[in-house]
């Protein structure tokens, strides 16, 4: 059994706010037996991974790790909803920093995987797509953290090894797409080919996306700024 196993029973236990006592119970194991489970430290059968499926209303792949989709469905592109779709998650009230802030990103996030679908990479793009999926990740883990009744069991990385192994692989993502982007290889990842990436300026930036372009030349001048270095005159 996978160390996912362990991670999700414990977690889905708390999210129901029940005892180890009564959830064992009701699995028809020992509490005894369902701490081991818990802790990983022994395996359950595929009986026991049935019953802990229906108990808790999930699908086996989930139990397993196998999916981030607790009814085991398979995600695919056309399930994921547009970042500006109408929805009670899209909804943001009170300050508009944040509403300026995640305009910025994500339309200077439209340029990148605009200028990714050019380059037509796929190790390029997977190691961008990690790095950016790393930092979403750090940010939000600080944010659901922030409380700290909240159950740490939705993530696998434990809280005292989060932060370098996340940051390492921020580094090694980061490696990788220079390295691919500047035409070398990492591993077996072939880098760009000569050529293959086009020409670029800001005037080429502006003509190209109208709409984007002037979010990506603030995001930049902010990121500067933030990085110690004076805003340029332009």
Do not use: W
Request: proline share 5%.
């Amino acid at each position: 059994m996978n160390s996912d196993f362990s991670r999700i029973i414990t977690l889905l236990r708390k999210e129901r706010g029940i005892s180890q006592k009564k959830a064992a119970e009701a699995l028809g194991v020992s509490q005894a037996l369902l701490s081991h489970y818990e802790k990983g430290i022994r395996e359950c059968g595929l009986e026991f991974v049935v019953k802990a499926a229906d108990f808790y209303h999930v699908s086996t792949d989930y139990l397993l790790g196998r999916t981030p989709q607790r009814t085991g469905a398979t995600l695919t592109v056309d399930d994921i909803p547009e970042p500006d779709a109408a929805g009670k998650e899209n909804v943001m009230k009170g300050s508009l920093l944040p509403i300026l802030n995640k305009k910025l990103i994500a339309n200077s996030l439209n340029i990148v995987y605009s200028l990714l679908q050019q380059y037509a990479n796929k190790a390029l793009t997977e190691e961008i797509s990690a790095y950016l999926a790393v930092s979403v990740y750090k940010m939000f883990r600080i944010l659901y953290s922030a409380n700290p009744k909240n159950p740490q069991g939705l993530f696998a990385a434990p809280p005292s090894l989060e932060h370098g192994m996340s940051s390492s692989a921020l580094c090694l993502a980061e490696a990788a797409a220079a390295c691919l982007a500047s035409g070398g290889d990492a591993g077996d990842k072939k880098g760009l080919k000569k050529g293959q990436a086009p020409a670029l300026s800001p005037e080429i930036l502006g003509q190209r996306y109208p709409l984007f372009a002037t979010s990506l030349f603030h995001l930049i001048q902010s990121a500067e700024t933030r990085m110690g270095l004076e805003k340029s005159e332009k």
